[in-house]
């Protein structure tokens, strides 16, 4: 993983872990790693594993993809992010965003 991702990844999980209120010792606890793991993690001087990554993303109750947010501007993170912020809509919601979506990108390119 690129190092600019890896620092990206770790402010997002300390942004993270700050909005819901937990210590870096409560989310590793929680997560099964050292407390120094933790902040290295956030400092972007390591990159977690998926496997840590996914129990992070748990703890900190953010979909996985949500803690890339920033890291990249292709195509396929913009899908993420789109997908995350559409996940808590129900169906008819999803569908009215997605339409507002396809007209607006149809105005835009024109």
Known sequence: MGKNITIRLGK??????????????????KVGI???????????????????LGRIADVLEKPVGRLFDGASSDTAS?????????????ERKRRFILKQLQVWTTWLSE
């Open 78 to 90: 913009l899908a993420d992010n789109i997908a995350s912020m559409l996940e808590p809509l129900n």
């Open 34 to 52: 050292e407390t120094v793991s933790l902040s290295r993690m956030e400092r972007g001087h390591v990159t977690p594993s998926i496997a840590t």
């Open 12 to 29: 997002n999980i300390a942004a993270a872990r700050k909005a819901i209120g937990k210590t870096q010792a409560e989310v590793a606890e």
